[in-house]
T-cell receptor
């Protein structure tokens, strides 16, 4: 199993350009997430999905859109990139952990380093 | 909204030392997560615990639900343990599928 994969690994955009980051998982997980990681800050949730065809906003959704047309894929779009969106983006997936204290162990992709100039 | 604080932010130790990293949170939770971020950037889940203690190799995680505090210990530390260790808890009381993360503790083990 490949786990969670992300493409591309690196990208440089000019302000105003658009792009789509692709996340794919082969673990049949229901939940998928997009995070951004910035220096000195914890991972912050951008958008997430609890199943195929459904998406929801996280903590920092502005400037991003997402789609989950297939269970295994979760796309993150930047319609008009801004320098403030320079960051490392991580995708993750999870399923319900059916042990004591229901919780969701998350599996992370390798990250995409995006620079907007 | 749950708030997570980790200490210390940075920790440098000699190989073989016993390491302790702390995590405090503000709202009651069902489970707490410890993750490791490698120098190359990859993130892996180490532990998920809701009470007591869990052990995996040289790593031990403990949690005190009443005090809203967890610790991650590393025994006989090794340079390959050098990484950022991140604590995470559910974002709110409603739904455990979303996590909020601490800023991490950067651990450096010197040979």
């Amino acid at each position: 199993n490949a786990g969670v994969t992300q493409t591309p690994k690196f990208r440089v955009l000019k302000t105003g350009q658009s792009m789509t980051l692709l996340c794919a998982q082969d673990m049949n997980h229901e939940y998928m997430y997009w995070y951004r990681q910035d220096p000195g800050m914890g991972l912050r949730l951008i958008h997430y999905s609890v199943g195929e065809g459904t998406t929801a906003k996280g903590e920092v959704p502005d400037g991003y859109n997402v789609s989950r047309l297939k269970k295994q894929n979760f796309l993150l779009g930047l319609e008009s990139a801004a320098p403030s969106q320079t960051s490392v983006y991580f995708c993750a997936s999870s399923t319900l952990y059916s042990g004591t204290g229901a919780s969701y162990e998350q599996y992370f992709g390798p990250g995409t380093r995006l620079t907007v100039t | 909204k749950n708030e997570v604080e980790q200490s210390p932010q940075n920790l440098t130790a000699q190989e073989g030392e016993f390491i302790t990293i702390n995590c405090s949170y503000s709202v009651g939770i069902s489970a707490l997560h410890w993750l490791q971020q490698h120098p190359g950037g990859g993130i892996v889940s180490l532990f998920m615990l809701s009470s007591g203690k869990k052990k995996h190799g040289r790593l031990i995680a403990t949690i005190n639900i009443q005090e809203k505090h967890s610790s991650l210990h590393i025994t006989a530390s090794h340079p390959r343990d050098s990484a950022v260790y991140i604590c995470a808890v559910p974002l709110s009381n409603f739904g455990n599928e979303k996590l909020t993360f601490g800023t991490g503790t950067r651990l450096t083990i010197i040979p």
